[in-house]
């Protein structure tokens, strides 16, 4: 663990820029609200037990944890910054190289969703420390999970070049099918069955709690789903991953 925080450190300290995470954080708070409160005027809401916008952007921060975990997965995997050569040559295991990639990219890329997420409860009046507190350990496993699903579905692909496609035909699921952006009670039972078996859902119903307090799933299962996935998906995922590799 230390080899891990050491590489996570050294890229941290030559990449940061304060700056560029203001830009997303103001970006990415525009989209929610903006969109959101674009579609409140036009969508009937009486099924969501809350306004459109805030419906959405709550949802969306989760979809957007999708978004970036699997990025981070996809930088590793697809190797556009010689990340494989340097796991063939490094002097430290691949793991260790591997856990110190993903928690740079972790912290480099999802602090600002939770200053986006903390913002976005002050807007909506739902802030509380508590829900701070409870959205640390809900990124990390729902960063974990996605990256465990990317680095899974790398480990099996075997044209890189190919990736990207299969990368984004999931995160088309992941988004549409999770509940983000519309609720999911009017569907038959059968077609919710799609829902429930999309990790994302639970993401975005998760998220939708914490910002909004309002979801359609019991926020304990959705948590006690979310912590299993990720403990399951990421060790399957780095061990697939690192065999692999090894295997040439």
């Known amino acids: 663990m230390t080899e891990s925080w050491a590489i996570a450190k050294r890229d941290l300290?030559?990449?940061?820029?304060?700056?560029?995470?203001?830009?997303?954080?103001?970006?990415?708070?525009?989209?929610?609200?903006?969109?959101?409160?674009?579609?409140?005027?036009?969508?009937?809401?009486?099924?969501?037990g809350q306004s459109?916008?805030?419906?959405?952007?709550?949802?969306?921060?989760?979809?957007?944890?999708?978004?970036?975990a699997m990025s981070i997965g996809i930088d590793l995997v697809i190797?556009?910054?010689?990340?494989?050569?340097?796991?063939?040559v490094a002097p430290v295991s691949r793991i260790s190289i591997i856990l110190g990639k993903t928690i740079y990219l972790f912290i480099?890329?999802?602090?600002?969703?939770?200053?986006?997420?903390?913002?976005?409860?002050?807007?909506?009046?739902?802030?509380?420390?508590?829900?701070?507190?409870?959205l640390v350990p809900?990124?990390?496993?729902?960063?974990?999970?996605?990256?465990?699903?990317?680095?899974?579905?790398a480990s099996l692909i075997k044209k890189q070049n190919t990736a990207d496609t299969i990368f984004q035909i999931i995160l088309f699921f992941f988004m549409f099918f999770s509940g983000a952006m519309y609720s999911i009670n009017p569907f038959p039972e059968i077609v919710k069955y799609i829902f429930?078996?999309?990790?994302?859902?639970?993401?975005?119903?998760?998220f939708r709690y914490?910002?909004?307090?309002?979801?359609?799933?019991?926020?304990?299962?959705?948590?006690?789903v979310i912590i299993i996935l990720a403990v399951v998906f990421s060790s399957l995922g780095i061990y697939l991953y690192d065999k692999k590799l090894r295997d040439g």
Do not use: C, H
């Open 108 to 134: 480099n890329s999802l602090k600002t969703l939770f200053v986006t997420a903390i913002i976005t409860m002050i807007y909506f009046n739902t802030f509380s420390m508590l829900k701070v507190i409870v």
């Open 79 to 88: 190797d556009r910054r010689g990340f494989n050569k340097l796991l063939l």
């Open 196 to 206: 429930y078996i999309n990790p994302a859902t639970y993401v975005v119903e998760v």
């Open 13 to 48: 300290k030559k990449r940061y820029s304060i700056w560029k995470d203001i830009i997303s954080i103001i970006f990415i708070f525009a989209i929610l609200i903006g969109a959101g409160f674009g579609l409140n005027k036009i969508i009937k809401n009486q099924n969501l």
């Open 52 to 68: 459109y916008d805030s419906f959405f952007a709550s949802g969306m921060i989760g979809v957007f944890i999708a978004i970036l």
């Open 138 to 153: 809900i990124i990390i496993f729902s960063t974990l999970l996605f990256l465990g699903i990317t680095l899974i579905i």
């Open 210 to 224: 914490i910002i909004s307090g309002s979801t359609f799933i019991n926020f304990y299962v959705s948590t006690t």
